[in-house]
């Protein structure tokens, strides 16, 4: 992901439109977000709440149930969504406001210690039998979804590739129903250490922290004819206030 533009474009829509009264300082400004924005956005509210003085109150969580929790009528300002999809859904309500692509991702493999994979035999790998392949949740969070058409790419490759992969996948994370992970633990990572998963399509963004919390992980890079990128879509709340 390039971080200097979700810095750029996220703490604008923050900034406050006008004059802002010694009232609205005392409010802060909400951003709904997708979790694999946590490190880049946090790095990006503390910097703006040192500069202007505003607060920032962060919700993170997949992008599926956040779209949902807003569409319910959720009070938000600004929503980062790890796709274009489902800010599009709100402003195609009248929810929001025109959404702006800005940060991109790819979808890696990440391989627990002990399970050789490489991106030769990633598609191999992922179809054998006695390997477990994580995912997310497709439509509760852009992830699952991306995995899924990683998936579907497979089938070009070996006929009904697509099928057995969307079998054997188990969707761990991300659902509304999913086990999280203790607080500062790595959603991936957590599954690939308590042995659920030996194979998790996910984020390459997982992979610095990743590194951090289970150095013997390893990052697979997918080949090109199954290699999934993701596109982020910001945008602003029609009912966001005037200091957010």
Request: hydrophobic share 45%; charged share 15%; net charge negative.
């Amino acid at each position: 992901m390039h971080q200097p533009v979700p810095t750029l474009i996220v703490a604008e829509r923050l900034m406050p439109q006008g004059a802002v009264s010694a009232a609205q300082v005392q409010q802060p400004a909400l951003l709904h977000a997708a979790g694999s924005l946590r490190a880049a956005l946090t790095e990006v509210t503390q910097a703006f709440e040192t500069v202007t003085g505003l607060r920032v109150e962060a919700v993170y969580g997949p992008s599926g149930l956040l779209r949902e929790q807003l569409a319910k009528g959720e009070v938000a300002e600004v929503f980062a969504s790890a796709n274009m999809d489902h800010p599009a859904a709100l402003a195609e309500a009248g929810l929001a406001g025109p959404v702006v692509l800005f940060a991109r991702n790819e979808l890696c493999a990440f391989v627990r210690p002990g399970v050789m994979v490489t991106a030769e035999t990633v598609l191999e790998r992922m179809l054998d039998p006695s390997i477990r392949l994580g995912t997310s949740t497709p439509k509760a969070d852009p992830s699952g979804d991306y995995a899924f058409e990683v998936f579907a790419r497979a089938e070009a490759l070996k006929p009904g590739a697509k099928a057995a992969l969307e079998a054997k996948a188990l969707q761990l994370t991300g659902g509304p129903g999913s086990v999280a992970a203790p607080d500062g633990v790595n959603a991936y990572g957590h599954k690939l250490a308590s042995g659920e998963a030996d194979i998790f399509l996910a984020y390459r963004t997982n992979a610095q922290p990743l590194a951090r919390e289970q150095p013997g992980v390893t990052l697979v890079r997918l080949p090109a004819v199954l290699a999934v990128g993701a596109d982020y879509g910001l945008t602003v709340m029609s009912k966001a206030s005037p200091n957010g």
